[in-house]
């Protein structure tokens, strides 16, 4: 298979002179469709800053990011429209704090995109009713962000980041600070998106029960992978 989004050499440097900083330094990855790649490392690795960079939301000091887009073609990220265009199709992703806007229900956060991609209104809610469904909150469709657990808003950022299809998910710390059984719940949930539904998934994490799930394992420090299996 040929994977569905890749890194190579990628850098990030921030500052200058004494306040230079090295987040990354020379990462190369890829994952394929239908795998769930675990990114584990210290505070301070680079984890956060690799995903941005993958998921387009900064731009590398060096190297590249390539995704394949719905013709089997790679396409570099980067700045303009049609590449603007590419990443919201093929991307979805997953903050760490849930990210969340406060003041729509939670069937209206997960609409979102598709109201972005202009969704016809019929296959907007159905898609709708099937996220919310599937990921266990049918019931809490109409609450707001701050009338859910903490477990609730990253289930709902997760059927947010994958309303639109994307076939790349990147998911940062998405069970930090949640018990072991809500762990378990989200990481059951972005499993099936990956063994249903053939989606490549980056997740970092510190959480050993999440390694465990891994198809594969990357081990950050200092900016730099150090180990794979």
Same mark, same amino acid.
């Given at each position: 298979m040929s994977a569905l989004i890749r890194a190579e050499g990628l850098g990030r440097v921030f500052g200058e002179g004494h306040a230079r900083v090295?987040?990354?330094?020379?990462?190369?990855?890829?994952?394929?469709?239908?795998?769930?790649v675990v990114l584990r490392g210290p =505070? +301070? %690795?680079?984890?956060?800053? *690799?995903?941005?960079?993958?998921?387009?939301?900064?731009?590398p000091t060096a190297g590249s990011v390539r995704v394949r887009d719905e013709n089997g073609a790679e396409v570099e990220l980067g700045g303009g429209s049609d590449l603007d265009d590419l990443r919201a199709?093929?991307?979805?992703?997953?903050?760490? =704090? +849930? %990210?969340?806007?406060?003041? *729509?229900?939670?069937?209206?956060?997960?609409?979102?995109?598709?109201?972005?991609?202009?969704?016809?209104?019929?296959?907007?809610?159905?898609r709708v009713a099937e996220l919310l469904q599937r990921v266990g909150l049918a019931p809490h469709a109409e609450q707001r962000p701050d009338e859910l657990s903490g477990g609730q808003q990253q289930r709902v950022g997760i059927a947010r980041a994958v309303a639109h299809r994307p076939a790349i998910l990147l998911a940062d710390e998405p069970t930090g600070q949640l018990d072991s059984a809500t762990t378990s719940s989200i990481m059951a949930l972005i499993e099936s998106l990956v063994r249903d539904d053939g989606v490549a998934a980056l997740v970092t994490t510190h959480d050993p029960a999440v390694v465990e799930r891994a198809d594969r394992v990357l081990d950050l420090h200092d900016g730099r992978i150090v180990t794979a299996a």
């Open positions: 090295v987040a990354l330094d020379g990462v190369s990855l890829e994952i394929e469709p239908g795998e769930l =505070s +301070g %690795a680079g984890k956060t800053t *690799l995903l941005s960079l993958l998921a387009g939301l900064d731009v199709r093929r991307l979805g992703v997953v903050f760490q =704090s +849930g %990210a969340l806007i406060p003041v *729509l229900s939670a069937a209206e956060n997960i609409a979102l995109p598709l109201r972005i991609a202009r969704w016809d209104a019929r296959a907007r809610d159905e």
